[in-house]
């Protein structure tokens, strides 16, 4: 509603009582020539008719209109005056003064007072003197205010259509068409300068909008306008949260109020604030009274929208890291700052960039969590721990870190460990590095580089870690021992300087002698040790400088038994494999005890034959 009520048009021309022709050209046309047969002619007509003399009828102009006054001579006057007489009484001289052959010709706008107007068109030349008038009328749209209406709707997420609509009140339908709407102010005061500028554009602050139709709806005896705008485009509402926001722009200009409001949408509307007068599922209506119980503001919710408070924690004060929403980037915050949103629908995801934050070359601070998921309205709080980095190495042999074995070529190990951590570390109790077959360097865990001697620690993380594990080297030399008969004992690797015992086992010892049975009857025979120790004693300790080979040596021996039935039989023991063994046999002949028989020495058998009592062989 508008006022008169609130607003009469009338009141925005007032400015025009005094003043009926505010001039807008001057135009002299050379090109006229008079009647023949006479010395002056004079014409006064109208941009509406008139024209020929004598010709009264200068047509009807609304208030506000454009009025063009014509005046012709046929020839160069001494003096032409041209003059309006209004109705009432007063006189508006636009010319006087001397005026070529041609037509005088000025244009003004219909103002006030209403009614006729005579326009005198005189002209003399010498004793010569010739008029002409015309008559026009001035007519004006009766006051009236404004019934308004604006109509939404929603078409899409992204395409509204907007109508805005006035009925006149105070003046009939037929007055306002013919006198407001064909007359003065006019169809593009009411479309382009009421309903686009005054109610539809400042409404929903639009930036561009398409105009799809206009015009008058006399079933309804309305005035309307309808625009396709981008929801975009409308400066405010809240495009991403699917919010539409508009205000009363005539109660904001004191002006009066929007009588009624009508909203459609496409899909399910939330809620709707100030609570409408009417509402179903996908549309509201707002019907206004009065001023004074008229909204300003409006708000209509086409989604679900949750409140959202994102909070960061544990990273230095100096720092500031980056939130977004679904993709959608809403800011930058320190440590203990809140960032709010309202959320279009339930379900988000946040996120937080950098998850690492570079602090210095020594600490950094990890986010536990950089992408959080929501369900709801509520408070996302990202936590960052700070984080040192770490650097454990060794020497020369592996390191066991929380479990997982490194050997030396994958070392240094560098990580960076949240801060109160804590984690298990053990150094390899040694390496070993083989120079060549005989021998070999020891590497044997002797300390950490921070003075802990104990190859195995817990580590809690307080600051940044560095750590080497130190080891003493040894060299080692290869005994080796070898023996073809028994077991030799004592070869092996042996440190610098270390004293190695060498000897036999599976061996058997008889009068001094060391040997191995083979059978009964044969056998080796310990020698001694050969190589890089020489000596015959099966027992030997030596000192350990360099790689050593040592060999024992056996001789076979083999056993030679002699027997006769008769006397007594010498020789037989155990001889070495080549050794001459002396066989013999006392006394050669033997008697009974009856003396009556008796044996003599034949000789020998078996692994020998011969006649000799004494014989000397080698074995």
Sequence with gaps: MTLGRVFKIIRSY??????????????????????????LQVDAWTNKGGQGTNNLNGGTYHLGEVVTIYCSVSSAVDRLVVTIYKPDGSV???????????????????????????????????????????????????????????????????????MGWLRPEDASWDDFVNLCWNGYPGKDYYINDYLKSRLLYPMFDIRRATIKGSGLDNSRQRVWLKLKVKFKDLSRSDYELKILRFRDPIKS????????????????????????????????????????????????????????RVRVEGIPPDMQVSVSIDGRDVGSIKSGEIIEEELLGEEHMIEVKPELIQYSNDTRYRCERRLIHISGPGEVIFKYRREYKVILSSSKAGLTIDGIHYDPSSLPFKSWWEEGSIHKVIADEAKTEQVSNVKRMIFQFSKWSDGYSSRVREIQVSGPIRLSATYNSVTQYYVNVESKYGRAVGGGWYNEGEEACIGLKGVESEDGIIFVPITKVERVVF????????????????????PKSIVATWRKQYFLTITSEHGIAYGSGWYYDGEQAKVSIRPTTVYTADKRTRYTFDGWTGDYSSAERVYDRRE
């Design 14 to 39: 007032s400015n025009l009582r005094i003043i009926l022709l505010t001039l807008i050209s001057l135009l002299i046309l050379f090109n006229v020539h008079p009647v023949s047969g006479q010395m």
């Design 253 to 308: 200009a004191g002006r009066g109020f929007v009588d009624e409001i009508h909203l459609t949408s496409f899909k399910d509307i939330w809620k709707a604030n100030p609570s409408p007068s009417h509402r179903t599922d996908k549309s509201v209506d707002w019907i206004n009274r009065n001023m004074a119980s008229a909204p300003l503001d409006y708000k209509v919710y086409l989604y679900a929208i949750v409140s959202l």
């Design 92 to 162: 508006l001289t636009l010319y006087d003064g001397a005026w070529p052959r041609g037509i005088f010709q000025k244009s003004g706008i219909a103002g006030y007072p209403l009614g006729k107007r005579r326009v005198i068109c005189q002209a003399w030349k010498g004793n010569l003197s010739m008029s002409d008038e015309v008559d026009y009328d001035v007519i004006a749209c009766p006051a009236h205010s404004f019934y308004l209406g604006v109509e939404i709707k929603v078409l899409n997420d992204e395409d509204l259509e907007l």
């Design 527 to 546: 020698q001694g040790w050969t190589g890089d120790l020489v000596t015959s004693a099966s027992k030997k300790c030596i000192k350990v400088d360099s």
